[in-house]
């Protein structure tokens, strides 16, 4: 193309700005068709976030609402607390320990469902083509269950009267019921049972690229399974183990149902709390606020998940 | 071509979706309770008599119920507030005034209920049905005294980590007050500072704060709880170890009222609702399927025979001083109950 | 390698001790509890755990319940409206977003449109709760619309990721095709791309369908009077009276979801090998 005629170097520019005009048409063409998507996800999911923003900063009503007057008691409220009879300012460790509960239980229930899921994705990714199919719709299933079926399916399990403590007194072990409900520990099983799934797919998508002439050439250097797992296989896996964790942590952290119905209004996570201020708490701007702060915690998460995705070499989703 | 179809389903969907429901508004009544309290054959009576759809949907709490209908545009036309916040909802300018002291089926109410504190000549109210608040314990787990706060203020041995508190503000903040023997309503900070000091002492001794207290009771699920008196009833009809206690302490005796809310879509349907509530039949469908007491005169003869004696309705005659009306408290007061229950249910 | 020693099964380099066991396990542990809970729906007794034989009755109640029928209702008109906008709008933000060089503004349109799978959905409800109650007081219009709305945006990205995987997958010689046969750029959309995109689309709306059937928080937290769905409907009640009646819902909302993935799972796998 470099050796053309004058002519022809004339037409190319003006074929080259043709082509640049083409392409920002084809790019305006673009933004015009995702506008519909985009109108929608500003008007109900973005957009009443900035909105959160703003109440945040506002003054809380006597019996709920706000008043239209500036003020950073909400987010003061989040970390102090002001005791209302010496007037001592301290910190807000009823919120610092609800943040440390839901902090532990989210971290508790993705250790859980690594353990769990791990072998599982393996398993799945080393049957036969026919059967992985199968199997990967087996997992699938529970996760497009109501979330509410599966809080309701764990409770029947562990209540007083459910299924575990009658098989464990008909078998003698026991003689009265242990109280797992209403526990932290009820918690995390709810919360685990809920988001393996979530765990299991991307390990095993991981997994399934996974090289197994690695894995053979390490048990001809005379290596035990246990040093072909260590060094040779979860090496390999580990962005599949990454994404799993996040995609366990972060709907965990914000969890909001299971920790209602499993923890009996005593044991409240980051979710309850903030529910509780647009009811008996009567405390719009703390719950804004507090909104706010676990949407911060959960893009710090995410941010972290996408800097070390990258930085493994891993073309990120998409 | 395709998704013109379907988006034109959708439209098409949405439209006969809005006009249906706009056309539904004249023959419609949505009504805001509290969680099983209201009997489906009162609903059924009312629909067929007045050619009306009702929609029932329910609340837990008080504060619930102030908070959903003070965000705004949440659709109900009546709602069943307790008396000691009828006072905040008529000051928030949430209420209509219906008058439903001047309907005909007034002349029903008993004297005593004609013109209450709350809400004098009854120009917002109609009387749903009124109890009192107390604890309710199974007497498998516990054989000792039950007329007593303690059951969840301090619990007795076998009963620890196993008194759930229903989260119901205002009857836990009068039940603690007189517990540490102070006055109802009170806002002096010594005497709040000893309830907020036992309160929180008290908690690590529950098991739950939650709802749900006529099932859990009656399944044995939860051996104690705080409790109204006919939830504790029917968990009594099915689980005969159920019984009631008056704290000697002091008690609160509250009393639901129906209102019509001031932007109510269906308001000729809502106060036909309120008068039809004061007549004696329905007024005893209402307590029957509850088992609450109600304030109709005549109501009596057509409620269920086991209602006339039961414990749960009958206050033994050594403890009535005991109990208090639950009233308004100042907004000093309330500020400090809602700064130590915020305390306490985090 | 593979005949040691008679009797000895084969050593095979992708088998881990436990890992087998461990997975059977974890496929006992997710559907035990499911299992359960719809055995129970059959039982003829009214307590959860005690069994005394085998009865639709709770079926037949809660055909009979006027309020879950109106829920369920509820709950459809919301999902076939949600699933259907989520769709079409989804497909014309995949077919701007993808088989194109990178412009500017395109990652800032792939977060926006995903941003409801980063966001608690608690947060989001609040968010819709504060928001639509400022609408709601200000126009005075209360119907389905706002559920709607709300649905159709968090079922978006749920339309719009297998529709965009479709997309990415495709042939393009069959378009470029299309143009040497002189076919404008519409008529090769309608006529080639469309109907290759369709299980694509397809698959999205039924993903669309079932997230927007199941979702519970943002409901529950921008309804008004009378608009509970079947979800919000079961919150209620499992907080309150537990009677086998809510695992005949449970099983009924199951068995619809499970067929809805199903049907699901044979679109992409057929959009997969052509």
Redesign the interface.
């Known amino acids: 193309m470099s050796d053309a005629p004058a002519t022809g170097t004339q037409s190319i520019t003006s074929g080259a700005q043709a082509g640049v005009a083409a392409r920002r048409n084809?790019?305006r063409?673009?933004?015009?068709?995702?506008s519909?998507?985009?109108t929608?996800?500003?008007?109900?999911?973005?957009?009443?976030?900035l909105?959160?923003l703003v109440?945040s900063f506002l003054q809380k009503?006597?019996?709920?609402?706000v008043i239209w007057k500036f003020s950073t008691q909400g987010w003061f409220d989040v970390f102090f607390h002001k005791d209302?009879?010496d007037d001592t300012v301290g910190f807000a460790d009823?919120?610092l320990?609800?943040f440390w509960r839901s902090i532990r239980l989210s971290f508790a229930t993705t250790i859980l469902t690594l353990l769990?899921?791990f072998?599982?994705a393996?398993?799945?990714a080393?049957k036969s083509e026919k059967w992985r199919?199968v199997f990967l719709?087996?997992?699938?299933?529970?996760f497009?269950?109501?979330?509410?079926?599966?809080t309701?399916?764990?409770?029947?399990?562990i209540?007083?009267?459910?299924?575990v403590n009658?098989v464990l007194q008909w078998a003698g072990l026991i003689t009265s019921p242990i109280?797992i409900?209403?526990t932290d520990f009820a918690i995390m099983l709810g919360m685990a049972?809920v988001y393996?799934?979530l765990m299991?797919l991307p390990l095993y998508a991981s997994m399934e690229r996974l090289d197994?002439r690695l894995?053979?050439a390490g048990?001809d250097l005379y290596a035990t399974?246990w040093q072909v797992?260590r060094k040779i296989i979860i090496p390999l896996v580990k962005p599949g183990m990454i994404a799993g964790s996040i995609l366990v942590f972060?709907?965990s952290?914000?969890a909001?149902?299971t920790p209602r119905?499993l923890?009996?209004?005593?044991n409240?996570m980051?979710?309850n709390?903030?529910?509780?201020q647009?009811?008996?708490?009567?405390?719009?701007p703390l719950?804004?606020a507090l909104?706010?702060t676990?949407?911060v915690i959960?893009?710090v998460a995410?941010l972290f998940y996408v800097r070390n995705a990258s930085r493994s070499g891993v073309k990120s989703h998409? | 071509m395709k998704c013109k179809l379907i988006a034109s389903v959708a439209m098409s969907a949405m439209m006969i979706g809005l006009s249906a429901s706009a056309a539904l508004a004249e023959g419609q009544l949505n009504i805001f309770n509290w969680g099983n309290y209201t009997n489906p054959e009162l609903i059924k009576k009312f629909e067929e008599q007045f050619k009306v759809k009702v929609t029932l949907t329910d609340y837990d709490s008080n504060d619930t119920a102030l908070a959903k209908v003070r965000a705004g545009g949440h659709g109900y036309d009546i709602v069943v507030p307790s008396a000691s916040f009828i006072p905040i909802w008529i000051g928030e300018g949430l209420l209509l005034e219906t008058n439903p002291g001047g309907m005909e089926n007034a002349k029903n109410l008993q004297d005593n209920w004609k013109s209450p504190e709350f809400d004098p000549g009854r120009k917002y109210t109609a009387p749903w049905q009124w109890g009192t608040t107390g604890v309710a314990v199974n007497t498998g787990a516990y054989s000792g005294d039950v007329n007593t706060s303690a059951i969840f203020m301090d619990p007795p041995k076998e009963l620890e980590g196993k008194v759930n508190v229903v989260p119901e503000m205002a009857d836990i903040m009068g039940l603690a007050i007189a517990y540490v023997g102070g006055e109802p309503c009170t806002a002096d900070k010594t005497v709040l500072k000893k309830v907020r000091d036992a309160l929180v002492a008290a908690k690590p001794k529950w098991l739950s704060m939650d709802y749900g207290t006529t099932e859990k009771l009656s399944s044995g699920d939860w051996v104690a709880s705080v409790n109204w008196n006919g939830s504790t009833f029917r968990a009594r009809l099915k689980n005969d170890k159920v019984v009631y206690g008056y704290p000697k302490e002091g008690f609160p005796v509250w009393a639901d009222q129906v209102v019509v809310l001031k932007d109510a879509k269906n308001v000729d349907n809502a106060k036909a609702f309120q008068n039809f509530i004061m007549e004696p039949e329905n007024a005893a469908l209402i307590s029957a399927f509850a088992r609450y007491a109600n304030a109709i005169k005549g109501s009596a003869e057509f409620m269920p025979a086991d209602m006339k004696d039961a414990p749960e309705l009958n206050i033994p005659a050594e403890l009535v001083s005991a109990g208090y009306v639950s009233k308004t408290c100042s907004p000093e007061a309330t500020e400090l109950y809602t700064a130590i229950w915020t305390e306490l249910t985090k | 390698m593979a005949d040691d020693v008679a009797g000895k099964r084969p050593f095979s380099i992708k088998r881990q001790p436990g890992f087998g066991f461990i997975a059977a396990c974890c496929f006992v542990m997710l559907y035990a509890p499911i299992l359960i809970l719809v055995a129970y729906s059959f039982n003829a007794g009214s307590s959860i755990a005690i069994w005394e034989g085998f009865s639709w009755r709770w079926y037949e109640a809660a055909w009979q319940n006027r309020q879950v029928i109106d829920a369920s209702v509820t709950s459809l008109k919301i999902a076939v409206s949600a699933a259907a906008i989520a769709s079409c709008v989804a497909t014309m933000a995949a077919l701007a977003t993808t088989r194109t060089e990178p412009y500017r503004g395109m990652t800032a349109i792939y977060a926006a449109i995903n941003q409801p799978l980063m966001v608690p959905e608690i947060v989001t409800a609040v968010a819709l709760l504060i928001f639509f109650a400022i609408i709601k007081v200000n126009t005075g219009y209360q119907g389905l619309a706002y559920l709607i709305a709300a649905h159709s945006a968090f079922c978006i990205p749920f339309a719009y990721l297998p529709i965009r995987a479709r997309l990415e997958n495709m042939d393009l010689s069959l378009e470029r095709a299309a143009a040497d046969l002189y076919a404008s750029p519409w008529q090769a959309f309608r006529y080639v791309t469309l109907p290759l995109m369709l299980p694509g689309i397809m698959a999205g709306a039924m993903l669309a369908f079932v997230i927007s059937l199941d979702d519970v928080v943002i409901t529950e937290f921008v309804k008004s009077g009378g608009q509970d769905t079947l979800p919000t409907y079961m919150l209620g009640q499992l907080r309150r009276i537990i009677s086998p009646e809510i695992n005949a819902i449970s099983t009924v909302l199951l068995a619809i979801s499970v067929a809805v993935v199903s049907v699901f799972f044979v679109l992409s796998r057929k959009g997969g090998k052509a």
């Open positions: 084809d790019v063409n673009r933004w015009l068709l995702a519909p998507a985009l929608i996800i500003v008007f109900a999911a973005l957009g009443p976030l909105i959160m109440y009503g006597l019996y709920g609402g209302i009879f009823a919120h320990s609800i769990i899921g072998p599982t393996y398993f799945i080393t199919p719709f087996l997992v699938t299933i529970p497009w269950t109501n979330l509410l079926i599966r309701f399916a764990i409770m029947e399990l209540k007083n009267e459910g299924v009658s109280q409900m209403f049972y393996l799934p299991v197994f894995v053979e048990y399974r797992l972060v709907p952290l914000g909001y149902v119905i923890g009996g209004g005593k409240l980051l979710g709390l903030i529910e509780l647009f009811g008996q708490g009567r405390n719009w719950g804004a909104s706010i676990l949407l959960v893009m995410l998409g």
